[in-house]
């Protein structure tokens, strides 16, 4: 068939035309496939625990529509949970059950002053093609010299992954927790996420 | 203003043919004829002045429509959402005013509209003949084949030729069931009133309007004696009927050519009767922020709720309940500059 | 369609880039606090294609002259809302569901049931044919696509769900998502139907409506994240609002974040997308040719092309830019020949037909709560095959999807087209004029009870009548032949409407609603079609007969190796459900989910081909 004739056009006039704004790569919040096959294997294997967990960290906080880049899985159960999970993830274990504290990279802000993160809890390990998997019982916080934090409790929200349904701490729990540990851009970031869901803007 | 002012208490009555400008101030005229109560007056006349000022602190004046078209606009809007037992009606909404907004802007413009000729308004009478269209430029870039393609064999035109098409259409029988059916295809086929086919006409929505008001009020002038918001309530209601059943298109005699669109000679007066009461219940029923629908009083009315989900004026209600209740709650509604003041921080 | 095709392609590595004649729409910044109006966004289409630059044309048959839509009008024109990334999906009510495995085989099927002469004896001009495919092999395809827009729902209805259930979709997994909360009128309707026999001689299975717009917070296969309905109500319905928590699935909110993040994809927006070129052979794609927003012109390159665009626009760039062979319809002997335009079809209610409605003392809030597909429960026992069609007359074939008890205010509309504004008549003497016809609007948001029923139709068949073409008399804005819609109801829609009243009339019945009255008949073709607000499909079909379809089994057009197209419109012999319809209908976007999972065909048939070519590929969108 012949090439139609493209006649000479004149530019159109007095059409509205809207801005257009393309996102930018780092603002979309989009999990890397490697994590989320993780959470999927994870999500089905722990599909009928009887103890209470839930995926905390970054994880957690991405499949809530929070903009932040995870590298690797974090569950909080207890300690009864901890050895249930364990049995059923056996298979991707590297590190056993133990208790650990350790201080974490990033500082408290209090009355601007920076102080020390220790964290405390039994703790095991776990390596699904390449993604890491850290397991918390009990986990407990102390900030700088204060006494330390009862053991993180929550009431768990759900997400669905892919059809599954995954159990999640909740973002205002984070958010407390961030208040108090004095990490603003993190409670922006959990509020941005908020307000894209109801619909409101920041 | 002052013919607003004036306007007003021509409604309720209070002033006799005043023809002198009254710069402000409330008229109290002595009913020379009876037993006035005076104090009566002076109260109607006090809430008069509140309601005024109420009014002033909306939207009031006119952007669009002129002094005559004002008065008989108003008049119609107020036949077709009147203010009675039930509730406030178009007066009260404003609806003037977001009509005048709405001419004086993009629906006015006929901003979004796609305008271009041939036109093919309907009501053009079968006696004129079977109109001739010339096809557009982009007939000349299409190949010949293309052109022979789009050319329905039959139809009008034959192959190949870049001919005139015809109409109104041919007739067509089917049979469906063993039954014959013969139906006669007319242009428009029926469209839906208000049916995005429905407007063909060459000229914008202010135009359109122009020319309609001005045929409206010659109407109500040749055959019911009078100006339009002089007529009786229940001719100003007939008059409207008119519209909607095309009587007016009858008579007009002789009728003029058929490219000359003033008064109904070219426009279907249904369509003017649509839109008529089309943006009549959208000045009622839209948001204030056009003007209409003043201190939502047409939401109000129907029950409806604006921006407010529940929540707006700390009911402490929320969408999930409301959508699965098996009985209605009413919401104080909420408006969109609210709803814009409260997502932006503001007030 | 294309952002399943451009993500696939951009995470499998390949360099995409896509074109689109609307905006990236920042759906916080842009819908958050301005959405919610309904002159400017629900009437004026503000989100929408502006008329200007371009519109169709529309006639019921061909020996008419094709009037141009000239404004946006309620009912909606649909053809406005393709436009900006996420196209028409921005503003649909989000009704899903599959099609049956009947569909996919209906012409045969009724071959063997009914005789090889039936579909003639229902139409004489009529055009059905098979889809390339059966349900089994669309199954997978099914999953994928449901996966990747967060489908919600609780399977489709049918009962054992199983292949055996051969008029039924079965599904190899379940909807991901669950669904959205049910109505009062649901639960009765749900509780009703389960009590009843249906006329396959079992038990009606009801099934929660199938919705896209998420109920949960949700992560799809390719990461992106999900945020769940807030049920504001401005959805669907008579408006068709756009939604800025990305709860309503399209691609912008579903895939192309995906793509954007692999790097592999360039987004050009507001590109006015006029030609195809081709090779001085003839036979392959090499460019695409669009306008900026100043109406510079531009050309793309590419190794292998998507038209994933809107409706009549997938199909008038194939003709602006001569690929395939033009549909021509003879009226003198009632067939046609050619593909591209051929067998336009509808799928939404004749509006004037046979209906049956009761009234039951459920009230609710009709003012915006909820949304545009949830609350609701339907049944699939009513449609396709699930009957026997012996001896029915007028003969027809298909049935109806019949629900009830969507959230009254999933998108309600002020100015109500039917009820609003319309002409004196019988029952408003005075129209919409007057005291009188005001006091039926006084709280018509708060009602007390609630009107169920339906207007049934059967499946809308294809037809050598009804088609695409490009108008010789209007344009667009630069100057290029506009399409236009000749398109009527044919006569298996009507056949079918008084069977389905009477089953429907049974339900409401047994449902316990009051004045159930059935309304007169409308018979075939003494009602136009004059409401194009609906859900045109057809103009490029699937098929792998060269004579009748325009599609390879891999979504390449016929002849063309490295073009692949699919839309709302293409590969639809028919909207397999007939649209049985209560006040607050769904389904209707349906076709919508059938159409998904040739967009994963097209996208599996591309990588089969760039395997062995080059790198490059682009999409086109409306």
Redesign the interface.
Known sequence: MPVLVVPDKAKPLNIPVFQSRIPKPEELVVLDKPLLEATLEVGNLLKECKAKWALAGDIGEILNGVNVQPDHLTILSNVVGCEEINKKLERFQVVASRHVETQIRRNAEVEAKPLPIMIKSYRSQFNLSGQRLNVHGDLRIKVGDWDWGDPLDYEPEYVYVIGVKVPVIPLELKIQLYRGLGWYDRVSKIHAAMARRHHKIV | MVSQTRREFLKLGLAAAASAAAASGIEIPLLGNQNSNLQNQLNSANTQVTNLKTKLNTVTGFVSLNISEQALLESIVETIIPSDSTGPGAKEAGVIYFIDRALAGDYGQSANMFMDAPHNPPGIPASAGPLKVKPSSAWAFLQNYQQTAYLPAGGGGGAGAANPISYPGASRTYTAGGTNYTVVYGVTASPRVGSGINYQYPVNMREFWRISLAALQAYSNKYYSGNYQTLSSANQLQVLKDLWANTPKTQTNPPPPADDLTGFSNILPSDFAYELTFMTWAGFLMDPLYGGNQNMVGWDYVGFNGVNFGNFYGEGLDQKTLMVASSPTKLKPASLAQYQQQATGGA | MSGVVATELA?AGHSVVGITK?????Y???????K?????VG?????DS????Q?TT????????A?????????I?YHALGH?VGGAAQHYGGGMGRFGPWAYEMASRTASAYGSGFLAS???QDDTHDWPLTYAEYEPYYVEWE?AH?ICGNYNGSPTNSQSDINYPWMS?????PPH????LAQLFQSTVQGMTAPNGQKYNPFPSVSALSS?????????????C????YCGGLCDYAC???AKANAAYRTI??A??S?NFT?V??AYI??L??SPS?NQVVAA?Y?D???NDHRQPGTVFFNGMWGYNMIRLM?????GT???????TGTGT?TVGRGLTNGYTP?RGTNVSGIVN?????????NGSG?GVSVFDLMDDNFSHTGI???FIGGGLFGAGG????GPG??T?AG?????NTLNP??????AF??T????????KQSVGATPFAPDLPTFMNYI???????D?????VSRLTY?WT?NT??GATYLVNQIKAILTQMGATSVTVGATV????A??????HHLRGGLRIGTDPNAGTATAWAALSGYNQLYYNSNTSGFNYFAAGEITNTTGNNATAGTHAAGPQSYRAAEGIKKYLANVATNVNYLSS
């Open positions: 995470l609307g905006p990236y729409w920042d916080v910044n842009d819908y958050s606090t301005t919610y109006d309904e002159w400017g009437l004026g289409r503000k989100y502006p008329l200007p630059l519109s529309i006639r019921n048959d061909s020996s008419q002259f009037l141009p839509v000239r404004r946006y009008t309620m009912p024109q900006g229902i139409n004489p996966k967060g997994q379940n909807y991901p998502l909360p049910m109505t009062p949960q917070p949700y992560t799809n296969q390719y990461g992106v994240a999900v945020n769940p807030v049920y504001d109500g800025e928590t990305g974040p995906a954007i993040k790097g987004l927006t507001n006029y030609r070129e081709l003839g040719h306008y927003a100043q109406g003709l602006l830019s001569g690929l033009p549909y021509v319809y003879n009226s003198g050619g509006y459920i009230g609710g809030n009709s003012y915006p709560a909820g609350g007359t007028p003969p959230y009254l205010g999933g002020n100015i087209f609003g504004v319309s002409a004196p005075n129209g919409a004029m007057g005291s005001k006091a609007q006084q709280n018509k948001y708060l009602p007390t073409d490009l108008d010789p008399h209007y344009t804005a630069y100057g290029d032949p009527d006569p009507y056949n018979a075939p073709y003494s136009h079609n004059d409401w194009w607000g």
